[in-house]
């Protein structure tokens, strides 16, 4: 069976917006994420799929969970990360050309966070 391994990042700002991205093929919102690459581990790859995506500088905080599951045959394991914006700005620079948009998104959990 085929294996793919991804890593995203949550990134929340002050005003509890997390930031999400877009793709051209999509019609729903995400968090940036993305494959890991050879030798790249998932914090470092949940690093560099942010900033490919948003534009943003993030260090990883803690990691959240490990989501497990198949799709169209294919194992899938993405590893979700805290994230905290540490610099940059809103840029576009998905070298798969994928992403479509960028935004800070309004967080509506439940009534304890």
């Known amino acids: 069976m085929e294996y793919w391994f991804g890593a ?8 509890k917006e997390i930031l999400m991205i877009k ?8 968090v940036p ?3 890991i690459k050879e030798g790249e581990s998932p914090q470092e790859c949940c690093i560099r799929e942010v900033k490919e ?22 194992n899938v394991m993405t590893y979700y990360f805290k994230v905290e914006k540490i610099g940059g700005s809103i840029e576009i620079n998905d070298l798969d050309g994928n992403i479509a948009e960028v935004e800070w998104k309004v967080f509506i959990g439940n009534k304890n966070n």
């Open 8 to 15: 995203a990042g949550i990134c929340m700002n002050d005003h």
């Open 23 to 30: 793709g051209f093929d999509s019609e729903g919102w995400a």
């Open 33 to 35: 994420s993305g494959g």
């Open 53 to 74: 995506e948003t534009g943003y500088d993030v260090k990883v905080i803690e990691p959240l969970k490990r989501k497990e599951t198949i799709i169209k045959g294919i």
